[in-house]
């Protein structure tokens, strides 16, 4: 009897834990005007129990509570039954069920949120409100770059930028599934400064002239402004929305060559026409080395004429490096430099040294251009393409030499 009875408090204190929360339950109006509108700052979540959203809400919300359980002299994080006070419901002109507002000190006018429904999302908007810091860390600093009317042509519009643009309302539920895929899509391209992945909410009022100007009729558009071009006019994005079809038309827009996890592959930092004319000056005789040099340079003063993004121009400067590397130490320099880096590659890797990210993908590339001057098959398309008139120039000859890696 007496391990019956145990039994029964132990269960009623399990159940008792289980169905502690440390959200406040606000849904009497008596209870409600005696905190909101008061001298601390309240979070409101209006829910109703048969709403599948709420449910699905509900966990992420005692998370947001428990990181805020012990600052609640600074802010309150509490709940509503909208469903069971309609009166309330009414007065606060509710419009739907999940609605979440936060209160400031000493006023009874919410202000609305309208973005994730996770608890670090809810964690920052408390805290971005009310300068008190939860538990919960703040969600990582997001790489998409979001745009508004004053600054959408200044980056988008820039004639050195590659820009994705995804024209976006924050209740679209498209919107919120493509949110976590469009963010390691930035993430991916987060240090080619020249390949620009933003956004911009069409929703809000002040950028109506950009949903006008571009006729925005549905969520999510996406749209890609391609750098170079005269008009900036966007072109649609037409591919699946997965990291993988993301990737891959970025890198064809951009000329980027990034995998899916950031790093680089091995044509990253190199370009076509200067492939073929560095495996041919590799194994030139010295006479038709100091040609080709010349060739060289002259191509890339040509680039330098044009609009042309700076870490294309800047992978150009480092073929005529090391030519002139070449010229002055001799063919050895191109093994002795690809080992060298090689080594700061693997000691990174190793954990032996640390590289920062920019610096990785720095000696990646050189890697990979010196990779291209001692790659025979690369030489020898180039003089098949120079066969022809004028064929060192065509696109068709600057893919052959790549297709033959």
């Keep these: ?223 890609f402004f391609p750098a170079g071009s005269d008009d900036k006019w966007p072109r649609p994005y037409l591919k699946e929305r997965t990291l993988e079809d993301f990737v891959s038309f970025m890198n064809e827009k951009c000329g980027t060559f990034r995998n899916s996890d950031g790093s680089l592959s091995a044509l990253a930092g190199r370009l076509p026409a200067l492939d073929g004319l560095a495996s041919r000056f590799y194994s030139a005789g010295e006479s038709a080395r100091a040609l080709l040099f010349d060739e060289t340079k002259k191509y890339v003063e040509d680039m330098s004429a044009k609009v042309v993004a700076p870490t294309k121009l800047t992978a150009a400067r480092y073929y005529t490096r090391v030519m002139e590397r070449v010229s002055r130490d001799g063919p050895d320099y191109v093994q002795r430099e690809s080992k060298r880096l090689a080594k700061l590659l693997r000691k990174h890797a190793d954990g032996i040294s640390t590289l920062t990210a920019d610096k990785v993908d720095e000696i990646t590339r050189k890697s990979n251009v010196l990779a291209a001057f001692v790659n025979a098959k690369i030489g020898q398309a180039a003089e098949r393409a120079s066969s022809s008139l004028l064929a060192s120039q065509t696109p068709s000859a600057e893919k052959a030499a790549h297709d033959e890696l």
């Design 1 to 223: 009897m007496r391990a019956i009875w145990f039994c029964s408090v132990v269960l009623a204190l399990l159940l008792a834990l289980v169905q502690a929360s440390n959200v406040v339950d606000l849904t009497e109006t008596k209870d409600y005007d005696s905190v909101v509108g008061k001298s601390t700052g309240v979070l409101v979540e209006f829910f109703a129990p048969w709403c599948g959203h709420c449910q699905r809400l509900g966990p992420e919300y005692e998370k947001l509570a428990d990181a805020f359980a012990g600052k609640k002299d600074k802010v309150i994080i509490a709940k509503v039954d909208g469903d069971k006070n309609r009166d309330l419901a009414n007065r606060i002109n509710l419009r739907g069920f999940p609605t979440i507002k936060y209160f400031p000190p000493y006023s009874e006018t919410g202000i609305d949120y309208e973005n994730d429904r996770t608890a670090e999302a809810l964690a920052a908007f408390v805290t971005q409100q009310s300068s008190v810091q939860g538990s919960i860390e703040p969600p990582a600093e997001s790489q998409v770059v979001e745009l508004t009317a004053k600054t959408f042509d200044e980056v988008v519009m820039d004639p050195k930028l590659d820009v994705l643009v995804e024209f976006y309302a924050p209740w679209c539920g498209f919107c919120k599934r493509l949110a976590p895929i469009y963010e390691q899509v930035a993430q991916v391209f987060e240090r080619d400064h020249e390949c620009v992945v933003a956004r911009i909410d069409v929703n809000d009022p002040s950028n109506e002239s950009v949903k006008q100007r571009f006729q925005v009729s549905s969520y999510p558009t996406l749209t």
